[in-house]
């Protein structure tokens, strides 16, 4: 039978053959035949590349409590533990973004809770050690625009980005000087990407000088560092925004306004949005993909005592994992492939929530935990992973 099939298709390719080298004959004096039957490549194969982007990383004492455990002799946390089962997926992207709710202290400056804010909020910041953790899970960049990015002053901005920038980490958001808060551009396989970061509210205020944090407030920042951007040869712009209406399902009016207008004015490729601490879903404003809310990354919420923290939903976030690629017309198609990340209570890990209920081998505890948090986000966010 497979020797049949084989001399048959032997036998069509013959006459295939034939049939091209008849037409291609001059068919009179002087005329000449078509180009050369043998295939071409009419463009070149689009270029392309991945980016993940997990939400809100809040040092909370939970949070602290359990990396200060896991620590070795003589370090103070090492996060890198809690953080262990989704770096497989971190360290697969071509560009792994974190988001840095909460200000870096100075090395042995104190972490977690640093006082209340002049509104009354809590001032809360992360441990030197951080920085250095998360590039050992994979990340190689981090957003800091947010509400707490104040919470330290302009010192805070300072060592945040100095502990960044120790761990090899590059940064958007906050800035030292005019120039820093500029877009810049990284090269991601051969492709100009800009990651800007901004925050529509402060618990501490917005500094004296803007450019020290970048603002939402309205559209205009966002549309005008997108064409600086684009001036300055960015071929793809990702834009994360920090809102401030919290524990709600679905955007608000006023955020999804304002996402339409700058996807309107400035068409960026791909826009994630923090803050709202739970999940919420991903669609598609005129072309631009959106991703309404990560939820948590990790925190020390979903448990008694927290008030409105204490909402279980706080346990659940998204890992955006979006592959680019270049269409002949120069546009990037964007696909998304959104990974459920659960926050466990009791240790704190972060797990890939679908792909580890598949394990026969976890423990029961884990595998009810993972459940209640694949029972609540399936019915909010299409297609998790």
């Given at each position: 039978?497979?020797?049949?099939?084989?001399?048959?298709?032997?036998?069509?390719?013959?006459?295939?053959?034939?049939?091209?080298?008849?037409?291609?004959?001059?068919?009179?004096?002087?005329?000449?035949?078509?180009?050369?039957?043998?295939?071409?490549?009419?463009?070149?194969?689009?270029?392309?590349?991945?980016?993940?982007?997990?939400?809100?990383?809040?040092?909370?004492?939970?949070?602290?409590?359990?990396?200060?455990?896991?620590?070795?002799?003589?370090?103070?946390?090492?996060?890198?533990?809690?953080?262990?089962?989704?770096?497989?997926?971190?360290?697969?992207?071509?560009?792994?973004?974190?988001?840095?709710?909460?200000?870096?202290?100075?090395?042995?400056?104190?972490?977690?809770?640093?006082?209340?804010?002049?509104?009354?909020?809590?001032?809360?910041?992360?441990?030197?050690?951080?920085?250095?953790?998360?590039?050992?899970?994979?990340?190689?960049?981090?957003?800091?625009?947010?509400?707490?990015?104040?919470?330290?002053?302009?010192?805070?901005?300072?060592?945040?980005?100095?502990?960044?920038?120790?761990?090899?980490?590059?940064?958007?958001?906050?800035?030292r000087t005019e120039l820093?808060?500029?877009?810049?551009?990284?090269?991601?396989?051969?492709?100009?990407?800009?990651?800007?970061?901004?925050?529509?509210?402060?618990?501490?205020?917005?500094?004296?000088?803007?450019?020290?944090?970048?603002?939402?407030?309205?559209?205009?920042?966002?549309?005008?560092?997108?064409?600086l951007a684009r001036a300055?040869?960015?071929?793809?712009?990702?834009?994360?925004?920090?809102?401030?209406?919290?524990?709600?399902?679905?955007?608000?009016?006023?955020?999804?306004?304002?996402?339409?207008?700058?996807?309107?004015?400035?068409?960026?490729?791909?826009?994630?949005?923090?803050g709202p601490h739970v999940?919420?879903?991903?669609?598609?404003?005129?072309?631009?993909?959106?991703?309404?809310?990560?939820?948590?990354?990790?925190?020390?919420?979903?448990?008694?005592?927290?008030?409105?923290?204490?909402?279980?939903?706080?346990?659940?976030?998204?890992?955006?994992?979006?592959?680019?690629?270049?269409?002949?017309?120069?546009?990037?198609?964007?696909?998304?492939?959104?990974?459920?990340?659960?926050?466990?209570?009791?240790?704190?890990?972060?797990?890939?929530?679908?792909?580890?209920?598949?394990?026969?081998?976890?423990?029961?505890?884990?595998?009810?935990?993972?459940?209640?948090?694949?029972?609540?986000?399936?019915?909010?966010?299409?297609?998790?992973?």
């Open positions: 039978m497979r020797a049949a099939r084989a001399l048959a298709v032997v036998g069509c390719v013959c006459a295939l053959l034939a049939a091209s080298t008849a037409a291609a004959e001059p068919s009179g004096p002087g005329e000449s035949g078509p180009p050369s039957v043998l295939a071409q490549r009419l463009e070149p194969p689009g270029r392309t590349f991945t980016v993940a982007a997990v939400g809100d990383f809040l040092s909370e004492g939970l949070v602290n409590n359990a990396a200060h455990a896991l620590a070795p002799s003589g370090v103070r946390y090492d996060y890198e533990p809690l953080l262990r089962p989704i770096s497989g997926i971190v360290q697969s992207a071509d560009l792994a973004i974190c988001h840095m709710e909460t200000p870096i202290g100075a090395p042995g400056a104190v972490v977690g809770m640093a006082g209340k804010g002049p509104y009354g909020s809590n001032l809360i910041a992360a441990a030197a050690e951080l920085p250095g953790d998360l590039r050992r899970v994979g990340f190689d960049r981090c957003t800091t625009a947010s509400n707490h990015a104040y919470d330290l002053g302009v010192d805070g901005i300072r060592t945040t980005l100095e502990a960044l920038d120790g761990a090899g980490l590059s940064h958007s958001g906050t800035a820093e808060a500029l877009p810049q551009l990284l090269t991601v396989n051969g492709v100009q990407v800009a990651n800007l970061s901004f925050a529509r509210n402060s618990n501490s205020g917005f500094p004296r000088d803007a450019w020290r944090l970048r603002q939402a407030v309205t559209a205009a920042n966002v549309v005008n560092d997108v064409a300055a040869g960015a071929e793809v712009v990702i834009v994360s925004l920090h809102v401030y209406v919290e524990m709600q399902k679905a955007p608000t009016a006023d955020d999804r306004a304002l996402v339409q207008q700058i996807v309107a004015q400035a068409h960026p490729d791909l826009i994630i949005i923090h999940v919420q879903p991903v669609e598609r404003v005129n072309g631009t993909l959106v991703y309404w809310s990560l939820g948590n990354f990790i925190s020390g919420m979903g448990v008694a005592g927290r008030n409105k923290y204490s909402d279980t939903r706080t346990l659940d976030g998204l890992l955006a994992s979006v592959r680019f690629t270049e269409q002949p017309d120069g546009s990037w198609r964007t696909e998304p492939w959104t990974v459920l990340l659960c926050n466990v209570t009791g240790s704190r890990m972060v797990y890939p929530g679908l792909t580890t209920l598949q394990d026969p081998s976890i423990s029961t505890t884990l595998r009810a935990q993972l459940t209640a948090c694949v029972n609540r986000s399936a019915p909010v966010v299409a297609d998790l992973k």
